[in-house]
């Protein structure tokens, strides 16, 4: 089949109801990430049956409508996360349909859907559907193949980027699983691949399946909303965001709008789409948490870190810690940091923030209902240098309180230094600064003033200023974070000066990605 027909499109529809009904009960197996749906299979099959049965019930001329047909009955039957996903997947394809429904339409229509559909959730995380799609949208752009290439080049690479999920949510990983939703993708595109090849085939993905018992711990609360102003919805999204996660405002391309929260206050969610528009088919259903898996040892309980600057964030990754990696000057939403929590394995969470703002963020995400269900502890740090000191003495083999004791203790005890540009004239303890000087603190008390330029040397020389000031107090070990500002050779610099004035003391030095301090400095 060369282009895609009316009977095509409704051929899809039923074959992704028998594919989806027949990998429910497996796909509902797979119970480990609360920001999915713990029945991701039943939802997706539901909200596939609508659209179906929408489709039957109309008499479409050309493909085009069907699919658009097909899109209004998916968004409008909607249910969980992952059938609000499904739905813009659908609703991506059927925007696009004008024309012959060809092979290059179909590779611009899931570049288009790849958009809608994450344009849709608040916080889109690696490793779930929405990462298979991104990879199928990449796969097939430009394709100019007939429409059955493309659609098998489609699912190839859904099926290649399924096994890859594991890799990227630490939570998949540990429970040895594929992402659920995303298995569900494979089948649904598995399914157009049959109808354009018009061979059914058996179509064998690994899907491991872990179950656990579960317990009430929020609700999910979904409605449909009209009459809402195109541009209310970040602020609708930001409302629901602060009740919860798992947030996602789905539209139709018609006017109306699905709308999908995981939180604790059903009526805080429902007040939010009343102050912006008309709600309807309001649906609010428990939502199931696992038993959180826990990691090698049976050890129940999990580090994860909150910081600025993106190579410190990788950095703590490549360590796998659950990281959180917020834009400098910017704080996390309640979304965001109960998403950093569900990541995490063990009902024992211990979080280090890198800063003072980041901790009041830690600290609210804490004791917000949608995280009732684990035991969080937020240590408090000022500084990325005391993330990692915290880090460095993390044990999994010790007791829980013991671990976070010891942790504490570390962070405290790191003194703190940095080297930042000023910015503008300013006073200060020790003189005036002007715009462009060298300003040095220890435990942000401003301890000395280089004149500009900021050069390497002059940086360097500051450096070693402020580290003999900390290291007089005593110290073994010097951490070293360069910022994304500092110039490529002065950590190398500064690591020769200190082994020739202090060859004593133990350094590491690693790039940060920070935007505020050219260096940041931990004795310990």
């Given at each position: 089949m060369r282009v895609l027909d009316t009977?095509?499109?409704?051929?899809?529809?039923?074959?992704?109801?028998?594919?989806?009904?027949?990998?429910?009960?497996?796909?509902?197996?797979?119970?480990?990430?609360?920001?999915?749906d713990s029945d991701t299979g039943s939802n997706m099959l539901f909200t596939m049956t609508g659209a179906a049965r929408e489709l039957s019930e109309a008499t479409p001329e050309t493909a085009a409508e069907a699919l658009k047909v097909l899109a209004r009955g998916a968004v409008a039957a909607a249910k969980g996360n992952s059938g609000v996903i499904l739905s813009q997947v659908i609703?991506?394809?059927?925007?696009?349909?004008?024309?012959?429904?060809?092979?290059?339409?179909?590779?611009?229509?899931?570049?288009?859907?790849?958009?809608?559909?994450?344009?849709?959730?608040?916080?889109?995380?690696?490793?779930?559907?929405?990462?298979?799609?991104?990879?199928?949208?990449?796969?097939?752009?430009?394709?100019t193949s007939p429409l059955p290439e493309v659609a098998q080049k489609a699912a190839k690479e859904a099926a290649h980027a399924l096994e890859k999920t594991p890799e990227q949510l630490p939570a998949l990983a540990r429970a040895g699983v594929v992402d659920a939703g995303a298995r569900g993708l494979v089948a649904v595109l598995d399914a157009l691949v049959d109808v354009l090849t018009g061979a059914p085939a058996e179509h064998d993905h690994a899907l491991e399946v872990h179950t656990e018992s579960a317990e009430v711990y929020a609700w999910e609360v979904m409605y449909l909303l009209d009459g809402v102003d195109e541009a209310n919805l970040p602020t609708l999204r930001k409302e629901l965001s602060g009740l919860g996660d798992s947030v996602t405002v789905a539209g139709d391309g018609s006017g109306s709008h699905a709308v999908h929260v995981h939180c604790a206050d059903i009526g805080g969610a429902i007040e939010a789409g009343l102050a912006l528009g008309r709600p309807r088919r309001i649906r609010v259903e428990p939502l199931l948490t696992p038993t959180p898996i826990e990691p090698g040892g049976g050890i129940d309980r999990t580090v994860v870190a909150v910081v600025h600057g993106g190579a410190l964030a990788e950095l703590l990754r490549a360590e796998s810690i659950p990281v959180l990696a917020v834009p400098e000057g910017g704080t996390p939403s309640v979304e965001d940091m109960i998403s950093l929590l569900n990541e995490a394995a063990g009902r024992h969470v211990t979080v280090l923030p890198g800063s003072v703002a980041l901790t009041a963020a830690a600290d609210t995400a804490a004791g917000h209902a949608m995280a009732a269900d684990r035991d969080v502890v937020v240590i408090p740090c000022v500084s990325p240098v005391q993330v990692l000191a915290a880090l460095a003495v993390h044990d999994a083999g010790r007791r829980t309180n013991d671990d976070v004791v010891a942790m504490a203790e570390a962070a405290a005890a790191t003194r703190r230094g940095e080297l930042r540009i000023a910015q503008e004239e300013s006073l200060t303890w020790v003189?005036?600064?002007?715009?462009?000087?060298?300003?040095?603190?220890?435990?942000?008390?401003?301890?000395?003033?280089?004149?500009?330029?900021?050069?390497?040397?002059?940086?360097?020389?500051?450096?070693?200023?402020?580290?003999?000031?900390?290291?007089?107090?005593?110290?073994?070990?010097?951490?070293v974070l360069s910022g994304a500002a500092a110039p490529p050779g002065v950590a190398e610099e500064l690591a020769e000066q200190l082994r020739v004035e202090h060859p004593e003391v133990e350094l590491t030095s690693y790039a940060s990605g920070q935007a505020d301090a050219v260096l940041l400095m931990g004795v310990e």
């Open positions: 009977a095509a499109v409704s051929a899809w529809a039923a074959g992704c109801v028998r594919s989806l009904a027949s990998l429910r009960p497996a796909i509902d197996g797979i119970n480990v990430y609360p920001v999915a609703r991506g394809l059927a925007d696009r349909a004008e024309g012959d429904l060809d092979g290059p339409w179909l590779a611009r229509a899931l570049g288009h859907a790849d958009e809608v559909a994450t344009g849709a959730v608040s916080r889109p995380v690696a490793g779930t559907i929405l990462t298979v799609l991104h990879a199928v949208a990449l796969a097939v752009r430009g394709a003189g005036r600064a002007q715009s462009g000087d060298v300003v040095g603190l220890v435990d942000d008390e401003v301890v000395l003033i280089e004149p500009a330029p900021a050069s390497e040397t002059n940086l360097v020389a500051a450096a070693m200023k402020v580290l003999n000031r900390m290291l007089a107090l005593g110290g073994e070990l010097v951490t």
